[in-house]
T-cell receptor, first 114, second 116 residues
Framework: GNSVTQMEGPVTLSEEAFLTINCTYT??????LFWYVQYPGEGLQLLLK?????DKGSNKGFEATYRKETTSFHLEKGSVQVSDSAVYFC?????????????FGTGTRLKVLA | DTGVSQDPRHKITKRGQNVTFRCDPI?????LYWYRQTLGQGPEFLTY????????KSRLLSDRFSAERPKGSFSTLEIQRTEQGDSAMYLC??????????????FGPGTRLTVL
C-alpha cells in the first residue's frame, strides 16, 4: 500500500545548525509530496510541496527535492532558529479513485536550543 | 479569507455520550476532508466530500461515526456512543477543485476530544 516513513524524533539542534529530516515514501503511481509543520497549539500549515520528480519545494529557508529514484523527499534547512521548533509531517497525495486524501508520516519533532 | 475554522476546540465527554463537531471550510473550497490524529501519530484520513457528496469513507469510520455536508459549505462530524478509543484530535481540511489532486489542503486548528 501507499505509505510515508519519517525519521524518528525528537531532533534536537542548536541554533544555526543544519537540519535534515528524512522522508521516504511508497506509492503506486506518481504522488505529489508535501511537508506540513505544526507549531504548539496550532493546526497544520503547509511548508512546501513538489508535484513531480526533480521538483524542489522551498519556503522560509526550508527545501526538499522530490527524488523518484530513491523515493525520498528529505527536508533541509541551512540554519535553524528557535522559532523553527515544531512537529514536521511529510505527506503524499495520489489522485486515485477521484479522491485526494493525504497519507501522512508519523511526524518528527524538532527542538532548537538557543 | 479567515481560513478553516472548527468548533469546539476542545470537548470532554463521558463514555456513551454523543458528540458533534463542526467545520467551516474556506469559502468556495469544494473539497472538504476529515482526519483523526492521535498522540505521536500523523493525521489519518476519515472521509472526504466534494460539495455535498460524501465520496469516500475510511474503514476507520465505524458505524458510530457520521459526517454530513448538507449544503456543500460547512460540515459536521458526529460520533455516537463515544468510547475511550475515540479520544483524539479531529482535523478538518479544505481545498479548491483545481485539477489533478495536487491541490494544497488547508487545515483547521482541530477539535480535541477527550472521552472519560
Amino acid at each position: 500500500g501507499n505509505s510515508v516513513t519519517q525519521m524518528e524524533g525528537p531532533v534536537t539542534l542548536s541554533e544555526e545548525a543544519f537540519l535534515t529530516i528524512n522522508c521516504t515514501y511508497t506509492a503506486t503511481g506518481y504522488p505529489s509530496l508535501f511537508w506540513y509543520v505544526q507549531y504548539p497549539g496550532e493546526g497544520l500549515q503547509l511548508l512546501l510541496k513538489a508535484t513531480k520528480a526533480d521538483d524542489k519545494g522551498s519556503n522560509k529557508g526550508f527545501e526538499a527535492t522530490y527524488r523518484k529514484e530513491t523515493t525520498s523527499f528529505h527536508l533541509e534547512k541551512g540554519s535553524v532558529q528557535v522559532s523553527d521548533s515544531a512537529v514536521y509531517f511529510c505527506a503524499l497525495v495520489l489522485a486515485t479513485s477521484g479522491t485526494y486524501k493525504y497519507i501522512f508520516g508519523t511526524g518528527t519533532r524538532l527542538k532548537v536550543l538557543a | 479569507d479567515t481560513g478553516v475554522s472548527q468548533d469546539p476546540r476542545h470537548k470532554i465527554t463521558k463514555r456513551g455520550q454523543n458528540v458533534t463537531f463542526r467545520c467551516d471550510p474556506i469559502s468556495e473550497h469544494n473539497r472538504l476532508y476529515w482526519y483523526r490524529q492521535t498522540l505521536g501519530q500523523g493525521p489519518e484520513f476519515l472521509t472526504y466530500f466534494q460539495n455535498e457528496a460524501q465520496l469516500e469513507k475510511s474503514r476507520l469510520l465505524s458505524d458510530r461515526f457520521s459526517a454530513e455536508r448538507p449544503k456543500g459549505s460547512f460540515s459536521t462530524l458526529e460520533i455516537q456512543r463515544t468510547e475511550q478509543g475515540d479520544s483524539a484530535m479531529y482535523l478538518c481540511a479544505s481545498s479548491p477543485e483545481l485539477g489533478r489532486g495536487t491541490d494544497t489542503q488547508y487545515f483547521g486548528p482541530g477539535t480535541r476530544l477527550t472521552v472519560l
